[in-house]
């Protein structure tokens, strides 16, 4: 067991998207967050969680120069390799997994989920270690209906799941996964390794691991962060 508990980490860092919702020219990745650029926060958390963990920071290609700069402002950027985003995320991770070299854990994180906790971190490399695989998620709180030909129809909230990243994978297995051909119902991960023949393992995420998609998102975020700053430090209270 001490041995797999000690297993080398990855943490592939998905910073691909572009600002088309967020209205901004800047894609949100780079937009900057309580002083600093939304990625290099998602960058800290990872590099304080585990100290034998590495990162590859999954990027557009055009905007390599942005990303080296945010890398040589992290705590550790030895620590930090950079690979080229492709045509979709699959493609991206795909091209980030490429630079996994070792038998290790491998979490797959959306890089504008700069809320993610060290704690929500630590919980799926446990449960990856148990069950292969962990996926955080939420339950829903609002009514979901889905259109159908004859109108729309109530759909049972309680079976239903918001999923969140990192999505946690042994590295054997998430790498023979993603030799799979693409297909466009690949949207994360979990879909991936499922086609693949993986049962998927959920375990609970957390509310403020919110994905930064719209303004109003940036907003909420500011606000997180300074509430948690406000806690690690009681001098601002």
Known sequence: MNYFYNMLKYAVIV???????MNSAIPKQFLPLN??????????????TFDDLEIVLV???????????????ASDPKRIQIATGGN?????????????TENSIVFVHDAVRCLVSTDLIKKCY????????????????????????????????????????????????????????????FTDEATVAEKFGIKIHLVPG??????????ID??????????????QDPRTK
Not at 88 to 100: C, D, E, P, Q, T
Not at 126 to 155: F, H, K, Q
């Open 126 to 185: 446990e449960s990856a270690l148990e069950n292969g695989n962990a996926i955080p998620a939420i339950p829903l709180t609002d009514t979901v209906r889905m259109e159908t030909d004859d109108g729309s129809v109530v759909i049972d909230r309680s079976k239903l799941r918001i999923i969140q990243t990192p999505q946690t994978f042994f590295s054997n297995l998430l790498l023979k996964a993603f030799e799979l051909e693409y297909d466009k119902a």
């Open 15 to 21: 910073a691909g998207g572009s600002g088309d919702r």
């Open 206 to 215: 957390e509310a403020e691991n919110i994905k930064l998609t719209r303004p």
């Open 218 to 231: 940036i907003l909420i975020a500011e606000k997180l962060l300074s509430e948690r700053s406000k806690i």
């Open 88 to 100: 979709s995320r699959f493609h991206s991770v795909r091209n980030g997994l490429k630079l996994v």
């Open 59 to 73: 990027l557009p290609e055009k905007f390599m120069r942005d990303g080296n700069t945010i890398v040589e402002q």
């Open 35 to 48: 002083g600093k650029p939304v990625l290099l926060h998602t960058i800290e958390t990872f590099l304080q």
